[in-house]
């Protein structure tokens, strides 16, 4: 089976072709284009601009994915057309969760092209397929504990099987990927704000500055919202500083890292490190105990943050786990995951059935 999927839950308009034989899912393309820049300058992602430029990027991304697939440099959509006809077995979309605007844009078009070429329709979850795209790289290995961390969402689940699964807990307020962009916000720094932190804290020491641990409940909830404020009281303390209204509240770090001295530049680096160390340890801890519990060694993650390599890092330490991320191309937002999941779990809804749902969660 060869599907077109199409993802544009948010920030990335991405179109995929992806097929699966026996086992093995191989993807012929992954197209995506990244309005990232446009959100860069605003310090965070405005939705009305979000929408705005997966509008602009829809066509041009499914055309270049289609023909891509085939081996065509050309962005014709004739010869797009073709191969759509001819190629392709479905239409597979991510649904929700995500931005309304954005979904809207993805999964009306996925709409209209199952309606025209008359191919069945695949609506997806998001954050299923965030985890699922890992059985690109490996064979399907079921149960397994799934942690999602993204941008928007941090959740703990327990797989039997591609449907029957079981949600263990998530978080209460911010995501962790949500905490390393506002906290990286605090600093001035351009969003996403995940990766910026992650290079200053290479050449940190986590053990320099003491930092709250976090969710030291027996559960697999998570919070994030109080970190910000602990990490916002340290840069407020220890830097000279100017509030500054941005888009996600204030920064408060206005000097250029080169035009620190030696010593807040080594400061600085000891803070991201120990940021980046809190939010490592609860969700390490949270996924070794749901392992324990389901005696499921096997965690899967999936998500922006699972591109952090202190993350993989401090889980692979655990030679009783074994851990599968995604390749760092499938971390963030893109088509191949969403085709990845079609193929694992292809259920086929009428167009007619199928709307944008900003709040979908999991069943
Ligand atoms: O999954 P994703 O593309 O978007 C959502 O579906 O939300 O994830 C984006 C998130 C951002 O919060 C970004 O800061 C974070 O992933 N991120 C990272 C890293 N790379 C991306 N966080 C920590 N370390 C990284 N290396
Ligand atoms: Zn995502």
Redesign the pocket.
């Known amino acids: 089976m060869k599907i077109l999927s199409i993802e544009s839950?948010?920030?990335?308009t991405s179109a995929a072709v992806v097929e699966k034989t026996d086992t093995t899912i191989t993807v012929h393309s992954n197209v995506t284009a990244t309005s990232l820049l446009t959100h860069a300058k605003t310090g965070g992602i405005i939705p009305e601009n979000a929408a705005r430029e997966q509008v602009k990027y829809i066509m041009p991304v499914i055309t270049k994915a289609l023909c891509e697939s085939e081996g065509l440099k050309s962005d014709s959509w004739i010869d797009a057309k073709e191969i759509l006809e001819k190629e392709i077995d479905a239409v597979a979309v991510t649904f929700g969760p995500?931005l309304i605007g954005s979904l809207l844009v993805g999964v009306e078009t996925a709409k209209t092209l199952s309606f025209v070429f008359n191919k069945p329709l695949i609506p997806v979850n998001?954050?299923l397929a965030?985890l699922f795209v890992n059985f690109v790289s490996v064979k399907p290995v079921f149960p397994f504990i799934g942690l999602i961390?993204?941008?928007?969402?941090t959740d703990l689940l327990y797989f039997k099987s591609v449907q029957e699964y079981k949600w263990l807990g998530g978080t209460r307020d911010d995501?962790?990927?949500?905490c390393?962009?506002k906290c990286?916000r605090l600093l001035g720094f351009d969003?996403?704000?995940?990766?910026?932190?992650?290079?200053l804290a290479e050449k940190g020491n986590a053990k320099n500055i003491k930092l709250p641990k976090l969710m030291t409940e027996d559960n697999y909830d998570f919070s994030f919202s109080g970190l910000k404020t602990s990490f916002s009281n340290i840069v407020r303390k220890e830097f000279k500083t100017v509030k500054t209204p941005t888009n996600e509240g204030y920064s408060w770090m206005h000097a250029e890292i080169d035009n620190l001295s030696k010593e807040k530049q080594q400061l600085l680096c000891d803070l991201c490190a120990s940021l980046?160390e809190t939010?490592v340890e609860v969700l390490v801890r949270k996924a070794t105990k749901a392992s324990e519990e389901f005696n499921c060694p096997t965690i899967l993650l999936?998500?922006?943050?699972?591109?952090?390599?202190?993350?993989i890092k401090k889980l692979q330490e655990n030679k009783d786990l074994t851990i599968i991320a995604p390749e760092r191309k499938y971390?963030?937002?893109n088509g191949a995951m969403v085709g990845a999941y079609a193929l694992l779990n292809p259920v086929e809804v009428s167009w007619k059935k199928v709307f944008a749902n900003p709040n979908l969660y999991f069943d």
Do not use: M, R
């Open positions: 839950s948010c920030d990335e995500g998001h954050l965030h961390v993204s941008g928007a969402h995501a962790a990927g949500e390393f962009d990286a969003y996403p704000g995940g990766p910026k932190i992650s290079q980046e939010i999936g998500g922006g943050v699972s591109a952090n390599q202190t993350l971390c963030t937002d």
